[in-house]
């Protein structure tokens, strides 16, 4: 069997809305008026804390795709003002998304109980107007949801593989800033976090037989599996994995902006940042590197993302452990990359039907569970 990224095609049922003119496709889909067809014609659940549990239009998978998007599109109307990751949620609100999240994970791995079969990921990537100011539509890409999807292992196998030089494929040493210059003290950055269930595990370990990914990141097992997921005490982990690579991004971009910045405002690790990071040689040179490099060269310059971007996952490897591991985004790229998977969807309404039914029965079914645990209520749509 070849080892590499898997390429796929999944077919959609075209989103019955046409994109204003004079405004591009990244900045309708995030207006109100799109979040309000997301809920009438694919919302599953809604709760108080404008949580919104929906089918993906358009999906990653048509095994099972659904996401949790907290919909603030009516609430915060300045979209530079949305919360746009875990951090900056509401305890209240953060609390019930856990417990949301636990539910899925765990009807996910009722549902597909054999890891030879089937490939689960659970999670999220940052939103931030992290693009080039002059990018058009960028203050919109401002609303926090997370992803649930089960990919078909027998299909990944017989699909084409991926260009490995796919500028999405940011995982590897060939593109990721960190795995090139600072793999080594990035890891004993991360290693300085105060972890008990999140136990760091060997590349090997991590990596996925079929595509090889995620290539060369740091990643912890989750000991306990899904019952630990149960507990408080992992999301406070699992947040504090989110800190402790915003606080590394943040200070390397720091340094490249202005050289001997020093320990960033509102940073979580300030302690730790002084001693490992501004401390190192190789952080240092690095960003140094990377600083001469945006003087001499307006294009590379005018591609860099000055503040924190991440695709932060739970995923099931070979062995049926559940792995967590966080990864710098590259422009354009969606969650499933991380694990070397790469979807072209494309619009075909009469290809996707053939698999809806069975879809909506599972996605039904886990609305069901989620609503005996009082996490929301029914919502109904033309499908269901």
Wanted: hydrophobic fraction near 40%; aromatic fraction near 10%.
């Amino acid at each position: 069997m070849l080892v590499g990224p898997r390429e796929i095609t999944v077919p959609f049922r075209p989103i019955p809305l046409d994109v204003p003119k004079g405004m591009k496709p990244n900045e309708f889909f995030n207006s109100s008026e799109n979040l309000m067809d997301l809920e009438r014609n694919n919302g599953l659940l809604i709760n108080n804390e404008d949580l919104l549990l929906y089918r993906k239009a358009l999906g990653h998978s048509n095994e099972f795709d659904c996401s949790i998007i907290h919909n603030t599109s009516k609430s915060i109307l300045n979209p530079l003002g949305r919360p746009v990751r875990r951090t900056q949620v509401p305890e209240n609100i953060l609390n019930t998304w856990n417990r949301m999240n636990q539910i899925i994970i765990n009807f996910m791995l009722e549902e597909y109980p054999n890891p030879a079969k089937h490939l689960l990921l659970c999670g999220e990537a940052s939103l931030d107007p992290t693009w080039p100011i002059t990018s058009p539509g960028v203050p919109s890409i401002r609303m926090l949801h997370n992803h649930f999807i089960v990919f078909d292992k027998i299909e990944l196998e017989n699909a084409k593989l991926a260009d490995n030089n796919n500028p999405n494929l940011t995982d590897g040493g060939q593109h990721s800033l960190f795995a090139t210059y600072m793999q080594d003290i990035y890891t004993k950055f991360l290693a300085l976090l105060d972890l008990e269930i999140l136990k760091p595990i060997p590349i090997k370990s991590s990596s996925l037989r079929l595509t090889g990914y995620p290539q060369g990141l740091p990643s912890w097992e989750v000991i306990g599996g899904i019952d630990s997921l149960k507990s408080i005490h992992f999301w406070k982990e699992y947040d504090n994995i989110l800190k402790g690579f915003l606080d590394f991004y943040r200070t390397f971009f720091a340094q490249v902006s202005s050289i001997s910045s020093g320990v960033p405002k509102n940073v979580y690790f300030g302690k730790e940042i002084e001693k490992t990071l501004l401390f190192n040689n190789c952080f240092l040179s690095a960003a140094k590197k990377v600083r001469n490099k945006c003087i001499n060269d307006t294009r590379y310059a005018t591609n860099i993302r000055w503040q924190p971007a991440f695709k932060q996952i739970i995923y099931r490897n070979d062995k049926g452990k559940l792995i967590v591991t966080i990864s710098q985004n590259s422009i354009g790229n969606a969650i499933t990359e991380l694990l070397g998977v790469v979807v072209n969807r494309t619009p075909n309404a009469e290809a996707y039907e053939k698999s809806e039914g069975a879809l909506i029965n599972k996605l039904l079914k886990l609305r069901s569970r989620l609503i005996e645990a009082g996490l929301g209520h029914e919502i109904k749509t033309q499908y269901w």
